[in-house]
Nanobody, 127 residues
């Protein structure tokens, strides 16, 4: 089964840190571009960070630079998001996303690509 499972969310105070994990199954992340999104209450999904397949190319949303870091452990098939100096405005559901994951389309009889989304993990930053 192709899926992503996020973990590591929780309640933290402003200024503290969290590390989110995204465990992939059914495919290998080494061949996929990985992204972290977040969605705050009443807002749309916002890109947090992105990491392409090798050769790695990492991009961050400007507001996250210097505080958030995306990384991979290909051996564990896991993507991480290290979040430091958390602020109340970082409160959101954080989603892991894999772009360009191959799957078999029986209708066309060909392999196609699709995005895979995790179900999200809630991060709450509050004093």
């Amino acid at each position: 089964q192709v899926q992503l499972v996020e973990s590591g969310g929780g309640l933290v105070q402003p200024g503290e840190s969290l590390r989110l994990s995204c465990l992939a199954s059914g495919f290998t992340i080494s061949g996929a571009a990985m992204r972290w999104y977040r969605q705050a209450l009443g807002k749309g999904r916002e890109l947090v960070a992105a990491s392409t397949a090798a050769p790695d190319n990492i991009n961050y949303t400007d507001s996250m630079k210097g505080r958030f870091t995306i990384s991979r452990d290909n051996g564990k098939n896991t993507v991480f998001l290290q979040m430091n100096s958390l602020k109340p405005e970082d409160t959101a559901v954080y989603y892991c996303n894999a772009a360009g994951v191959p799957y078999w389309d029986s209708g066309s009889g060909r392999t196609k690509l699709r995005d895979v989304w995790g179900q999200g993990t809630l991060v709450t930053v509050s004093s």
